[in-house]
């Protein structure tokens, strides 16, 4: 992909003689989404500690604004650039969110270090962040102990952004939260990719997830890519039989669960 903003080959991590990811491929296009889809086990996690940068791979490149980023860095310069290129957004936004410190004083540590500024121009970007993410200015100053689970996946979302990264990386994002809310956050990703042109890679196991936000898709079987295309032509017509499985085990109305038919599970190690 030529005008891929973050682009992978090759990767392969391996923790002792376990394979956890193995001779992996994938690219993002410049305000583009790409979904990385399977069950636990499949890899999927690993590949995003990779690409964030919180675990080394095995073999493989990682290229991100077309710099490399596949060796660890001690540097915190080079650290804090590497922040503005890639950016993470976990599942459980309560235990990655200082409980002493408010939304507003969340997303100014990230722009003191990432942005620097005065306090003058820093309070009014906190102020855009939290208005883009949907939150008002009571919520804004409320501790994460006050908050829904939905208004502290808001406080993450608005801190990732902060740093104005080129890609944000959806960890089962929402993966913890009511099906409403559910689909309050992935309207508001969805005009936020409209708005600011960021690029989403969303590591997720809920097709109905996939198909609402991404544009193109792979699917991982232990370890490995097993399909890969458009999301809609992914789930619409699946060419792999796993893929095929994986879509005729989402509920639908009068479903009943087939034992025979569940997508293999073996068990996340990393």
């Known amino acids: 992909m030529p005008d891929a903003v973050l682009d992978a080959r090759g990767l392969r991590k ?31 996690t690993t590949i995003a500690k990779m690409l964030v940068g919180l675990t080394a791979p095995t073999a493989g490149t990682i290229t991100a604004c077309g710099r490399d980023r596949s060796v660890p860095t001690r540097s915190a310069a080079e650290r804090r650039r590497r922040g503005r290129e890639v950016q993470v957004v976990f599942q459980d936004p309560y235990s990655s969110l200082d409980p002493r410190q408010s939304a507003e004083q969340v997303i100014d540590e990230v722009l003191r270090l990432h942005h620097a500024g005065s306090r003058p121009a820093r309070a009014a970007r906190v102020r855009s962040l939290v208005e883009l993410v949907g939150l008002d200015e009571r919520q804004a100053r409320a501790l994460p102990r006050a908050l829904s689970g939905g208004q502290r996946q808001r406080i993450a979302i608005a801190r990732a952004l902060a740093a104005e990264p080129r890609v944000v990386i959806l960890d089962e994002s929402v993966a913890a939260l009511d099906v409403s809310i559910q689909a309050q956050i992935l309207n508001l990703l969805a005009d936020i990719r409209r708005e600011t042109g960021v690029s989403y890679i969303l590591i997720s196991h809920d097709l109905a997830v996939v198909r609402q936000i991404t544009d193109e898709a792979i699917v991982m079987l232990r370890g490995r890519v097993v399909e890969r295309g458009a999301t809609a032509q992914v789930l619409d017509s699946p060419r792999d039989e796993y893929t095929q499985r994986l879509r005729a085990s989402v509920p639908r109305p009068g479903w ?15």
């Open 14 to 44: 391996e923790y002792g003689a376990l394979v956890a990811v193995d001779d992996v491929d994938l690219a993002v296009a410049e305000g583009g989404s790409l979904a990385i889809v399977g069950e636990s086990g499949s890899g999927k």
């Open 256 to 270: 009943k669960p087939q034992r025979r038919h569940r997508p293999d599970d073996n068990g996340e190690r990393a």
